[in-house]
């Protein structure tokens, strides 16, 4: 079993960067393939990104690429997601979630274990 505790999130102006911080505790943190989702209010929980078990392998949204950019620090039991030229779309909550299924998995069934969330709101 894993926890994940994120933090990082808050109020940003659109242009602006945010750097999300993904604490895991618990059983190998290399066993498990690494994902960041976010859901907005009334939206199903979307996936945004996603990074192999040793950060060789990453995924991305079509709507992040070139903005967002996931990595991990195994030695600290860490994910990150750096996040670049925020847009209002991207206000929502983002979770962290941790998988033992797959490589770099986008579907929410492939992750075995989930943080609590942190805000993100991008003002226009």
């Known amino acids: 079993q894993i926890q994940l505790v994120e933090s990082g999130g808050g109020l940003v102006q659109a242009g602006g960067s945010l750097r999300l911080s993904c604490a895991a505790s618990g059983r190998t943190f290399t066993a498990y393939a690494m994902g960041w989702f976010r859901q907005a209010p009334g939206k199903e929980r979307e996936f945004v990104a996603a990074?192999?078990?040793?950060?060789?392998?990453?995924y991305y949204v079509a709507s992040v690429k070139g903005r967002f950019t996931i990595s991990r620090d195994n030695a600290k039991n860490a994910v990150f997601l750096q996040m670049n030229t925020l847009k209002p779309e991207d206000t929502a909550v983002y979770y962290c979630?941790?998988?033992?299924?797959?490589?770099?998995?986008?579907?929410?069934?492939?992750?075995?274990?989930w943080g609590q969330g942190t805000q993100v709101t991008v003002s226009s």
């Open positions: 979630a941790a998988s033992t299924t797959a490589a770099v998995p986008t579907a929410p069934t492939n992750y075995n274990y």
């Open positions: 990074i192999s078990r040793f950060g060789d392998r990453t």
